[in-house]
Antibody
Framework: EVQLVESGGGLVQPGGSLRLSCAAS????????MNWVRQAPGKGLEWVSY????????YYADSVKGRFTISRDNAKNSLYLQMNSLRAEDTAVYYC?????????????WGQGTLVTVSS | QSALTQPASVSGSPGQSITISCTGT?????????VSWYQQHPGKAPKLMIY???KRPSGVSNRFSGSKSGNTASLTISGLQAEDEADYYC?????????FGGGTKLTVL
């Protein structure tokens, strides 16, 4: 069974940093591209970042470019999101999501999310 | 990276059909057949319902169908059921990024 379990969320002050992790199981993690998608309280989904299976291709939303860094460790079946210079508008539930094979640009499995709250 | 445009809400009675539109631009929806649709129930993670405009993942009911014309994609749900009541989001590839729609709340009357 495919499972994605996010961790690392919590309360952080504006300007602070946080590192999110996503532990993957039930599939060959190294064969799939992954994403981070966030959802502010009561708001819609916002794509944050993409990383290819080998980490050779990485993309970011303009809203986080230069502040967030996506990475993965295929040996540990884990995906990460390093978040620096956090702002109040970064407050959201952060989901990790696995892409379908190929170039569908669609995510077929999602974790349950981890809440990040940026507040003083 | 402007959000795709969806109606805020739609409604229908059990057994009826509804269609949710998703309007983008020539830089996203209009340029790629890489539109997907997600269903999200309150407090739950999104679920993929349609990918590549009109393909259904295994396990998704054939009551759900997708299409695209120009810069606008559409999700149609036929034979509405109470369990279909949820938020629906479209998403499109946009070059080196993805963009979601603002979401549509479906109410089954």
């Amino acid at each position: 069974e495919v499972q994605l379990v996010e961790s690392g969320g919590g309360l952080v002050q504006p300007g602070g940093s946080l590192r999110l992790s996503c532990a993957a199981s039930g599939f060959t993690f190294s064969s799939y591209s992954m994403n981070w998608v966030r959802q502010a309280p009561g708001k819609g989904l916002e794509w944050v970042s993409y990383i290819s299976s080998s980490s050779s291709t990485i993309y970011y939303a303009d809203s986080v470019k230069g502040r967030f860094t996506i990475s993965r460790d295929n040996a540990k079946n884990s995906l990460y999101l390093q978040m620096n210079s956090l702002r109040a508008e970064d407050t959201a539930v952060y989901y990790c999501a696995r892409d379908l094979p190929g170039y569908s640009s669609s995510s077929d499995y999602w974790g349950q999310g981890t809440l990040v709250t940026v507040s003083s | 990276q402007s959000a795709l445009t969806q109606p805020a809400s739609v409604s229908g009675s059990p057994g009826q059909s509804i269609t949710i539109s998703c309007t983008g631009t020539s830089s996203d929806v209009g340029s790629y057949n890489l539109v997907s649709w997600y269903q999200q129930h309150p407090g739950k993670a999104p679920k993929l319902m349609i990918y590549e405009v009109s393909k259904r993942p295994s396990g998704v009911s054939n009551r759900f169908s997708g299409s695209k014309s120009g810069n606008t994609a559409s999700l149609t749900i036929s034979g509405l059921q109470a369990e279909d009541e949820a938020d629906y989001y479209c998403c499109s590839y946009a070059g080196s990024s993805r963009v979601f729609g603002g979401g549509t709340k479906l109410t089954v009357l």
